[in-house]
């Protein structure tokens, strides 16, 4: 799998995030800040959100927060991780543990340009693409 390295701000809900993300791909949590650790200002109600963490396992990088109290998230189309396989059966499990409780946009499948492909939107609202080339 080639490396990827979004950041994403999962509006209050990275740590849970996360842990789906180490479900599906093995790997650890690698840091996790609050606002409080930082001791950055911000509303009571905000101070255990996550003001960074980060989540790597073999090329994979992804770094999260639950984003700022000003600034809700929207979750959804705003992004897309395109990941690029080399082995078949490694694609065809990320593929299926990705999808647990989201939606399958675009089953695996060979595709035009001699790779097998596939796209799903996660349960928190996260667009994948998934190509492995033949």
Sequence with gaps: MKSVNPYIDFGGRAREALAFYQHCFGGEILAQMT?????????????????HSEFRSDAIHLMASDG??????????????????????????????????????????????????GMLVD??????MLNCQK
């Excluded at 950055?40 to 959100?49: E, V, Y």
């Excluded at 349960?123 to 994948?128: A, D, L, S």
């Design 68 to 117: 700022r109290a000003d600034q809700p998230a929207t979750v959804g189309n705003n992004i897309m991780l395109s990941l690029a396989f080399s082995d078949a059966g490694e694609q065809e499990q990320a593929f299926n543990a990705l999808a647990e409780g989201g939606t399958v946009t675009l089953p695996l499948h060979d595709a035009f340009w001699g790779a097998r492909f």
């Design 123 to 128: 349960r928190f609202g996260i667009h994948w």
């Design 35 to 51: 606002y409080a650790d930082a001791k950055i200002d911000c509303p009571p109600q905000f101070a255990n959100n996550v003001l």
